[in-house]
Nanobody, 129 residues
Framework: QVQLVEFGGGLVQAGGSLRLSCAAS????????MAWFRQSPGKEREFVAT???????????AYADSVKGRFTISRDNAKNTVYLEMNSLKPEDTATYYC???????????????????WGQGTQVTVAS
């Protein structure tokens, strides 16, 4: 079993920055890929960013078009943590942000909800205009 806990949400002014953290515990050696999704009230949960975590270092990344160039996903294997650095935040970035993990091997693109089998509780990000 893998457990995920998110940290770092909060209220920020438009144009500001926040860094979200997702700490993994449990069977962490089985983490193939991790990602961030977000959900606003009345909307579907949407993909934000993903990173390969099964490799010893590096790990390819992918981003939603809406955050490309503003958000950066990264990992710290020593701390079993994945980060989402969010810059130039906009009011439309306001959402609950969820960390997700894939513990099943095989080919994955990483942008779809069904690809992930472990989810965190979410952390609220509010961007004021």
């Amino acid at each position: 079993q893998v457990q995920l806990v998110e940290f770092g949400g909060g209220l920020v002014q438009a144009g500001g920055s926040l860094r979200l953290s997702c700490a993994a515990s449990g069977r962490i050696f089985s983490l193939y890929r991790m990602a961030w999704f977000r959900q606003s009230p009345g909307k579907e949960r949407e993909f934000v960013a993903t990173i390969i975590t099964i490799t010893l270092s590096g790990g390819s990344t992918a981003y939603a078009d809406s955050v490309k160039g503003r958000f950066t996903i990264s990992r710290d294997n020593a701390k079993n943590t994945v980060y989402l650095e969010m810059n130039s935040l906009k009011p439309e970035d306001t959402a609950t942000y969820y960390c997700a993990a894939r513990t099943v091997g095989g080919v994955s693109i990483g942008t779809a909800l069904y690809e992930y089998d472990v989810w965190g509780q979410g952390t609220q990000v509010t961007v004021a205009s």
